[in-house]
């Protein structure tokens, strides 16, 4: 059976991303392309639905973005929303102009004509604005769907063409009823079946995979946090032994992480891992370096040299697989509004491919975060595998402000597991991007007992934050602080005094280096 696919036309909108993520809760499998993709490649991909998402233009300033106009004689449904809906008004020659007074925040939207898109909902409904333009007059065909205080024209309809305009924005959660509308548009207007799930996702992956990967082997670098995890039981899945995991313990990983690798993926899922003990060889690599970004290098190094020296004892290997995830390989537009191909090279393995003349195999490259989780959860991980925070590749490197050294590593990693244990019991845990130890280059003075100690300080960073671009300190109740303060200072020996961070992201970043 084909893949049903719903094309995103990007027009630069803040939230682009959260309208595919939207389709995609509707278990419709849709891709986010520029607005400029030309009409050939848009029906190659043979859509049943087209959405043209909002943006920071006004459609009558010259150079203001414009899709391929053959788009609207392809047959195909087509929802715009803000921007989208301005520039399908615009360019099937409607009016579209300034508001008397730009539109932001809550609305009232007053439905006139339900159609299909409004199915379900009550004659009055809230919705977010956020507009400057709007449709003034219709264009030949359309009709009027609804109306706020604002917006004479709130929402239009071609109905014969399937052709379908929204002011608001459905994608946001300020607008309640905006799923309602996506499922509207999906399965009432463009016809299509909620059968994109991570059960159907499986069946093709692994059915891609074998016939990508013949007889051959795949080796695949294992760092323990969710992408490479996720990606390693899928290609288990799909190719069982033939999949051979490298996980290189560079001497910076957290607490118990190796033993975690090996007791998952090797004694319950039965993949084939290696493990390379390379704690000296790094470690020897950072003497005496101090600057982050050295470190950072380094360590980058180190690990395309580990890899190498262990990939080449299993023979010849042709493909290299990689947690590559959806927004990576994104053709984003620019905030600028020019399309831009943001195509980002993994931290841990870049060069490898190159290098060794590999070929990638990348089987996340489809999914967003979220849906890597669900996968990961269907493919039998556990929970506390698959909702683990983010951990950088340069590990504890950059938890330890100066010099690393087996010594330093080893207090930090009591400490950093004391947070974990805390933070883990906390309710309010899943609401938390990230939350770590920092280990700082000062000491200060302290009593234990009738003794005066001179040891170090830890600093504790917790913070909260959707996609790591801005993060807040995350307000945790005093008494978790004070509980996690209590036993860093009382179990970890060299630690006398613990400070919380207090800075958001920007100006200050997550990690300390
Ligand atoms: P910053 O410190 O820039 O971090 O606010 C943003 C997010 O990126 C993670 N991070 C890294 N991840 N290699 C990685 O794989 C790195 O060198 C690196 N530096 C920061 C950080 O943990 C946070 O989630």
Redesign the pocket.
């Known amino acids: 059976m084909e893949k049903k696919t719903v094309i995103v036309l990007d027009f630069g909108a803040q939230y682009n991303q959260l309208i595919a993520r939207r389709v995609r809760e509707c278990n419709v499998y849709c891709v986010l392309l520029p607005y400029n993709t030309p009409v050939s490649r848009i029906k190659a991909l043979k859509p049943s639905g087209i959405i043209m998402t909002g943006g920071p233009s006004s459609v009558s300033m010259k150079g203001s973005p414009r899709c391929d106009s053959r788009i609207f004689g392809l047959g195909v449904p087509i929802l715009g929303i803000c921007y989208g809906m301005q520039l399908m008004g615009y360019m099937l020659g409607g009016r579209v102009g300034q508001t008397r007074k730009r539109e932001y925040g809550h609305a009232d939207l007053v439905i006139d004509n339900k159609e299909k898109v409004f199915s379900g909902l009550k004659k009055k409904e809230k919705v977010w604005m956020s507009h400057g333009d709007q449709v003034l007059k219709l264009p030949k065909g359309f009709v009027r769907l609804a109306h706020t205080k604002n917006s004479k024209i709130a929402s239009m309809c071609h109905p014969e063409k399937k052709f379908y305009g929204v002011q608001f924005h459905p994608e946001v959660i300020h607008t309640p009823k905006g799923m309602q509308i996506f499922r509207n548009f999906l399965y009432r207007i463009a016809g299509l079946k909620p059968t994109w799930t991570m059960r159907s996702f499986i069946k093709e992956a692994v059915r891609d995979m074998r016939s990508a990967v013949g007889k051959e082997k795949v080796v695949l670098g294992l760092s323990g946090g969710v992408d490479s995890s996720v990606a390693a039981a899928l290609l288990h899945r799909a190719i069982g032994k033939r999949l051979h995991c490298i996980f290189v313990d560079n001497g910076l990983l957290r607490k118990d992480e190796k033993a975690n690798v090996v007791d998952t993926f090797e004694r319950h899922l039965h993949v084939n891992l290696y493990v390379a003990d390379a704690e000296k060889s790094f470690l020897k690599a950072l003497e005496d370096v101090i600057d982050p970004e050295r470190k950072?290098k380094i360590?980058g190094r180190e690990f395309i040299r580990v890899f190498e020296s262990e990939a080449r004892h299993l023979g010849k290997v042709r493909f290299l697989a990689q947690g590559t995830l959806y927004p990576d390989v994104i053709e984003s537009v620019s905030a600028k509004g020019g399309p831009s191909a943001t195509i980002k090279t993994h931290?841990?393995v870049g060069g490898l491919p190159k290098k060794m003349g590999f070929k990638l195999i990348e089987p996340l490259k489809d999914l967003f975060k979220d849906e890597v989780r669900k996968l990961g959860k269907e493919l039998g991980l556990s929970d506390k595998l698959v909702y683990r925070?983010?951990?950088?590749?340069?590990g504890l490197a950059?938890r330890i402000i100066g010099d690393v050294t087996k010594k330093r590593l080893d207090i930090l990693r009591e400490a950093d597991a004391a947070v974990q244990e805390e933070m883990e019991r906390y309710d309010g845990y899943k609401g938390i991007?990230?939350s770590?130890a920092v280990l700082l280059p000062v000491k200060t003075v302290g009593v234990m007992g009738d003794e005066r100690t001179y040891e170090n300080v830890v600093a504790l960073r917790i913070v909260t934050?959707l996609d790591?671009?801005t993060?807040d300190w995350a307000k945790v109740p005093y008494d978790i602080l004070g509980r996690i303060s209590n036993r860093i200072i009382n179990e970890v020996k060299g630690v006398n005094r613990v400070v919380y961070d207090i800075s958001s992201?920007p100006p200050?970043?997550?990690?300390?280096?």
């Open positions: 950072r360590i931290h841990n925070q983010p951990f950088p590749g340069p950059v991007w990230q770590f934050s790591a671009m993060a992201k200050s970043t997550i990690e300390w280096e």
